[in-house]
């Protein structure tokens, strides 16, 4: 019993009196023997005991006043920590009066069913009126129910609505504490189960929806699994087993005395080693006696134990169609034309665990093993090790329940080591409980290696088809044969039927390492394959055929096969390829390489024909740029050098022009290239017949030197220093005229084909021509150039003339020619137009000449007969000059420069801009030498004023545009106002 504070207070109180009076009286009878000294003592006793007891009752109230505080904030603590967790719980409190008003909620109200907390502080609520309509009545009993038993905890289950509308599955724990002084109410504890009540729905529908049996039993310790007691099996019982749920349950043993004998004890041991191994499954195939049918049907039983809960869970489904297929299938796979396999993993950790359940005959019959032999080792060994990682990691994942390509070819290997193509469909199947792998195989080799075959052509063809260049075509398609051909290693070797030459044009692996030889004169596997001979080696490295030169830089461990690479039927090189053991060439794949091979030839074949055309296309295309050359520069230099750069197109390594000079009896240097030092060039003037190219001047026909060391020429220390090795000396002739020497050399024997030279000997020919060309063109150059002076002469000759007629228009002529030459290139005329104006302004007046005397001489002032007469002189000059093809484009200004911009000129009366230009331009520039000249009727104008006139004039005697030209000229030039 614990005592109250003031009551402890009060107690220890009364023991410190009872302590003091007891003790202290003892005390004061020894120390004070004499009344007066017992009445001191007793005054300080009364003090003493007073300060004793108030510091006693100080230090117990402190003491209680530290102990409450401390409580009070436990229990603070503990309110709020309540308050938090019933504030986030799901689960939520009721006080509820005796006729069921709300008193009070849990705060979590709102955020559990979406109502308001504080909702019955507002208005006066029932929590009756939350329930289902359908549930109300049973509500009211259970209200009733609490009001008959208080003090007890009553349980209920039932639907109320929450704020969203919803209907939600509550269980409700209740307590009449309404007697209870510091509740006086009912307390309801009500937990949300909807998702609980959703859950067990689904579940049960699972279970009811599974075409199986689903059962439980209890084992307790010591007691057979195989016969303890059920106490749940789903209901499917009836239509799986023909016996209702309830003889299960009733009587373990019935169930066993319906399995086949056969398997009675088997499945009695399948309970046991599952309740024996925890948390593994255990599987077993039975028949059972159907109830209703009376057949046996084929059942297979999925068992776990869990230890803790001591729960045997099993799961019960028909597989008497999965038996009954199993059965046919037997049955189909060993009459079936097609591989039949069925594997499994011994091990779940270990892929090589992976051996054959089942093979049909036909695997027997393809492969050459045994059945024994098949199931003695790993699937994988029977697959081609080129294809066994995509066949294994397939399968592997099939296995594990993914879903790889479920149709694929791949190769296997036969027992003899040929290679056969399958066309492999696989499925997952279970096999005692087990997964399993069921693959079904055609053998399409046959059709696979024709389909190989085209693919390879296909691919190389391709691979052909992505350049133009020998070279790079070749590097091409050997990549795309290594491929086609999963080989890592090969090349190529061409033959050259011109050089004689045996040339790598690609090469992969350890062949690049290898020398490629320069002839077919040793004996070996490439020179085989240029006599036809397909050469094929298991081991390249061991193999006699093999060059004795290449033998110490082959591998070990390598087979290999060299195709001839025909052109037709000329081979024109070899096709190599090499593949490590224990791989070796296939007849298949030999057959495929020879059709690569004539891909290649055909290929080489049409880019030789290109290369070939190529060539005499830029060799046509160098003789045009040697015609273009002459007929754009009638200059030596740049000709030559055009040459130069056309005979550099072939393999020559120096080149010289010599020029024949006539009159000096000698061949002349005249341009090089390729030389070292061609500032030193010796041979600078050669006699006729000194040296190689005298020589062949004098003979007229080509010299061929092919050992300059030999015969070294002219000049045998130049020779030496340049290391030529080799010349060719070409006459230049034409017409039968010596022109001069082309001499060619190379640092080299000379190899040119016979195409080369023919290209050579043309250019040579060219060269003749085109110095010959350029010669010719030079005097008939000379020759228009003194025409031209001639006739340039004449036109000066009849303009002076005119002018001694007309003393009035002394120095006029070269005046405006001049002035009008200048207005044209202002206005933007071409030049090659500006020759007609000069010539035309020159002829301006020369009809004139046919003007009589006495009109054109005349002092006074012209009558308007005498005018008609003069305005004539333009047509004499269109008659005069017309019929001569040199001036017929300079007739405009002497035809039409008195012509106006208003149509009132003459002689034709043109307007505007149907008068030449020419005309418009000259028309401007006479009439301002005329009116800034001295006449003898009037003095010149000033400048100013004749431009003020011409400007008054334009629109009306002259082209406005002209005249706005010419003014701004005339601004900018500053030209003199007089002649």
Not at 677 to 695: C, D, I, M
Not at 957 to 967: G, T, Y
């Amino acid at each position: 019993m614990r005592l109250p504070d003031p009551w402890k207070i009060a107690f220890a109180y009364l023991l410190l009196s009872l302590a003091w009076i007891l003790g202290s009286d003892r005390l004061l009878l020894n120390l004070a023997p004499s009344p007066q000294a017992l009445t001191f003592w007793q005054s300080v006793k009364g003090l003493v005991f007073v300060l004793l007891s108030g510091g006693l009752i100080l230090f117990l109230t402190q003491a209680f006043e530290r102990k409450w505080q401390r409580n009070l904030q436990s229990w603070k603590t503990s309110e709020e920590r309540f308050r938090t967790l019933l504030e986030n719980s799901r689960e939520l409190i009721y006080l509820l009066d005796r006729e069921g008003h709300i008193r009070y909620v849990s705060p979590n109200v709102g955020q559990v069913l979406n109502y308001d907390p504080l909702g019955h502080t507002r208005q006066n609520l029932r929590v009756l009126d939350f329930v289902h309509p359908e549930d109300r009545p049973y509500a009211e009993a259970a209200l009733e129910d609490l009001l008959r038993h208080p003090g007890e905890v009553r349980e209920y289950r039932l639907r109320i609505l929450d704020g969203w509308g919803r209907a939600r599955v509550v269980r409700v724990w209740g307590k009449n504490l309404l007697r209870d002084p510091t509740v006086q109410g009912i307390v309801l504890n009500v937990m949300d189960e909807t998702e609980i009540e959703e859950e067990r729905s689904r579940f049960k529908g699972v279970l009811e929806a599974l075409p199986g049996v689903v059962y439980q039993a209890r084992v307790t310790e010591g007691q057979d699994p195989a016969y303890a007691p059920l106490f749940y099996a789903s209901p499917q019982s009836e239509t799986l087993f023909g016996y209702l749920a309830e003889s299960l349950l009733q009587d373990p043993a019935f169930y066993f005395q319906k399995v086949h004998p056969e398997d009675r004890a088997g499945l009695e041991e399948t309970v046991r080693r599952a309740v024996a191994e925890p948390g593994k499954v255990q599987v077993y195939t039975y028949r059972f006696l159907h109830g209703k049918r009376k057949t046996w049907v084929w059942l297979r039983d999925t068992l776990v134990f869990d230890p803790e809960t001591r729960l045997l869970t099993g799961y019960t489904y028909d597989v008497s169609q999965e038996v009954e297929q199993e059965t046919r299938f037997r049955t189909l796979a060993e009459t079936a034309p097609a591989l039949i396999l069925l594997w499994q993993l011994e091990s779940l950790e270990g892929p090589e665990s992976a051996r054959l359940v089942f093979a049909n005959p036909m695997v027997t019959e393809t492969t050459g093993y045994t059945p024994e032999e098949l199931a003695s080792r790993p699937i994988w060994e029977l697959v081609h090790p080129a294809d066994r990682e995509t066949v294994r990691n397939r399968g592997l994942a099939r296995l594990r329940g993914e879903n790889p390509p479920a149709r694929y070819a791949f190769r296997i290997l036969a027992k003899g080591g040929e290679v056969r193509w399958l066309d492999y469909s696989a499925a997952r199947v279970e096999v005692m409980g087990k997964p399993a792998i069921l693959g079904v195989g055609l053998d399409i080799t046959e059709a696979k290696e024709k389909e190989l075959a085209l693919e390879a052509f296909a691919r190389v063809s391709l691979a052909l088809r992505r350049s133009e260049d020998l070279k790079e075509m070749m590097e091409h398609a050997l990549d795309a044969a290594l491929g086609a051909l999963e080989a890592p290693v090969g090349s190529i070797l061409l033959y050259d039927r011109d050089t004689g030459r045996l040339e790598e044009a690609a090469s992969r692996g350890w062949l690049k390492h290898i020398p490629t030889p320069p002839t077919l004169a040793e004996e070996g596997m490439v020179a085989r394959a240029f006599q036809g001979e397909v050469v094929v080696s298991p081991d390249l490295k061991n193999d006699p055929r093999v060059r004795p030169g290449a033998k110490p830089l082959v591998p070990e461990g390598f087979s290999g096969v060299v195709v001839p690479i025909l052109a037709g039927t000329e081979p024109i090189g070899a096709l190599t390829l090499a593949w490590p053991h224990p791989r070796t060439p296939t007849p298949a794949e030999v057959e495929r390489a020879q059709l690569i091979a004539e891909a290649m030839g055909n290929a080489v074949r049409r880019a030789n024909l290109r290369r070939k055309l190529a060539q005499r296309v830029e060799q046509l295309e160098a003789l045009r740029a040697i015609d273009q050359a002459i007929l754009a520069s009638l200059d030596l230099a740049p000709s030559l050098e055009v040459l130069l750069d056309k005979i550099f197109l072939l393999p020559v390594d120096a080149a010289a022009f010599f020029l024949y000079k006539p009159e000096e009896k000698a061949l002349v240097f005249s341009a090089s290239r390729g030389f070292r030092n061609p500032k030193a060039f010796a041979p600078r003037s050669l006699r006729l017949g000194q040296g190689h190219v005298g020589r062949a001047a004098l003979l007229g026909e080509k010299v061929a030197v092919d050992d300059l060391e030999k015969e070294p020429g002219s000049h045998p220390a130049f020779t030496r220093q340049e290391a030529l090795v080799s010349e060719r000396a070409y006459p230049l002739l034409a017409r039968g005229k010596l022109l001069g020497v082309l001499a060619v050399f190379t640092r080299r024997p000379w190899d040119l084909s016979p195409d080369e030279e023919e290209f050579l000997e043309a250019l040579v020919g060219q060269s003749a021509l085109a110095l010959d060309s350029i010669q010719t063109l030079r005097e008939l150059q000379k020759s228009q150039r003194e025409l031209e002076a001639a006739y340039e002469l004449t036109l000066l000759g009849w303009a002076k003339a005119v002018e001694l007629r007309d003393q009035e228009t002394a120095g006029h002529t070269e005046r405006v020619t001049e002035l009008t030459l200048r207005l044209a290139r202002a206005l933007g005329v071409p030049e090659e137009d500006l020759d007609h104006i000069r010539r035309g302004a020159i002829l301006h007046d020369v009809g004139k000449i046919a003007i009589p005397d006495a009109i054109l001489l005349k002092p006074g002032p012209l009558t308007e007969e005498e005018w008609g007469v003069m305005r004539l002189h333009p047509v004499y000059a269109h008659e005069w000059l017309s019929g001569i093809p040199f001036l017929k484009k300079a007739l405009e200004i002497p035809y039409c420069h008195h012509e106006r911009w208003d149509g009132s000129g003459y002689p034709r009366g043109l307007k505007g801009l149907e008068i030449p230009l020419s005309a418009r331009i000259f028309a401007v520039v006479d009439v301002y030498d005329a009116l800034t000249s001295d006449r003898p009727y009037r003095k010149a104008w000033p400048r100013e004023r004749a431009l003020a006139y011409l400007k008054e004039q334009a629109g009306k005697q002259f082209d406005p545009e002209v005249v706005a030209a010419f003014l701004r000229m005339m601004a900018g030039e500053g030209l003199e106002t007089t002649p």
